[in-house]
């Protein structure tokens, strides 16, 4: 295995006020070391904090050896349900972790095709691990409290007081644009 993805999220009276979710690649194979290399938030509690209600989905996407690329990410509009906004977020980053696993290892440019084997085959990567972190926001990666996808639909369906349905239904239903065509908005040293 070499990703994962972590959730963290606040819960205040049946609303998720901020969330972090984020894409882990294994960077280092002697030792083992993880790193995070595409993340999505929402902030709606600090006037410095990302609001994706007012701002838009965006993706921070870490780079060896470069800077950070922001992307703004074309979507269709969001939900009230944060509960549902994060789990079309897991879904997005999954579907697109080979994306940002070339954007890190610098196989491909933020924004542009991706670049090909000289045999015409793509390399393949299997994401095989959804870990959530506890409900406080943290950079670390348990890897060993490993949940599977409709686990963390019922604790974001119970945090928000809605059904698993509901909030794997309403994540279906929110189109976020391939990476690819993101706009790449800021480069920046995070």
């Given amino acids: 295995m070499d990703c994962h ?29 993880w790193r995070v290399i595409a993340r999505m938030d929402h902030n709606e509690t ?7 209600y007012r701002e838009g989905l965006h993706v921070d996407v ?14 269709s509009s969001l939900p009230p349900s ?17 994306y ?13 095709p991706p670049n090909w084997r000289p ?6 990567r299997t994401l ?11 950079h670390e990666s348990p890897v060993e409290n490993a949940l599977a996808p409709e686990e963390l639909s019922e604790l974001l369906a119970d945090a928000e007081g809605t059904t698993v349905e509901e909030i794997e239904q309403g994540a279906e239903e929110i189109d976020i644009a391939p ?9 920046s040293d995070e």
């Fill in 5 to 33: 993805i972590t959730v963290g999220f606040d819960q205040q009276h049946r609303h998720i006020p901020r969330f972090l979710v984020q894409l882990h690649y294994q960077a280092e194979t002697d030792p083992v070391r």
């Fill in 46 to 52: 600090s006037v410095t904090g990302h609001d994706v």
């Fill in 62 to 75: 870490d780079r060896r050896g470069k800077t950070t690329v922001h992307l703004d990410v074309p979507h």
């Fill in 82 to 98: 944060r509960g549902t906004v994060i789990r079309a977020c897991v879904e997005y980053l999954r579907r697109e972790a080979e």
């Fill in 100 to 112: 940002f696993i070339d954007v890190f290892e610098s196989d491909r440019s933020p924004g542009r």
């Fill in 119 to 124: 045999d015409g085959g793509r390399l393949t």
């Fill in 128 to 138: 095989n691990r959804l870990s959530l972190l506890e409900r406080r926001m943290s």
């Fill in 179 to 187: 990476p690819e065509e993101a706009a790449v908005v800021d480069v």
